[in-house]
């Protein structure tokens, strides 16, 4: 079965046999998941949503999640538990009976 620990591993892996390890810090790497996710955004940039390349943003989420994971190691942290945590809090500012089919921000429902 393959686990985010194991996808993180080979991210980790892949920068420290290449020696990027040593320009890896997490305000480097959050700097350039940003960009990375301004690149994902380009390839919707001028187009319907149906109309934007999927290759380009395959390789565009790609790139995110791998500063995430990278980022995620850094700072000694189980991406796991702490998407698991962030739904819970989410859980109970957008109760299903107040936040289904709105779009509205936790504060305004």
């Not at 686990?3 to 993180?8: E, F, K, V, Y």
């Amino acid at each position: 079965m393959k686990t985010i620990a194991d996808l993180q591993a080979q991210v980790v892996a892949f920068t420290q046999e290449r020696d990027w390890d040593q320009f890896h810090n997490p305000k480097d790497l959050a700097i350039a998941l940003s960009l990375e996710a301004s690149e994902l955004l380009e390839a919707f940039l001028w187009k319907k949503p149906e109309d934007a390349k999927v290759e380009k943003i395959k390789e565009e989420l790609a790139d995110v999640v791998n500063y995430a994971l990278l980022i995620a190691d850094k700072c000694d942290l189980d991406i796991y538990e702490i998407v698991v945590e962030k739904l819970r809090i989410n859980a109970k500012k957008y109760p299903v009976e107040k936040a289904k089919g709105s779009a509205k921000k936790y504060s305004e429902l």
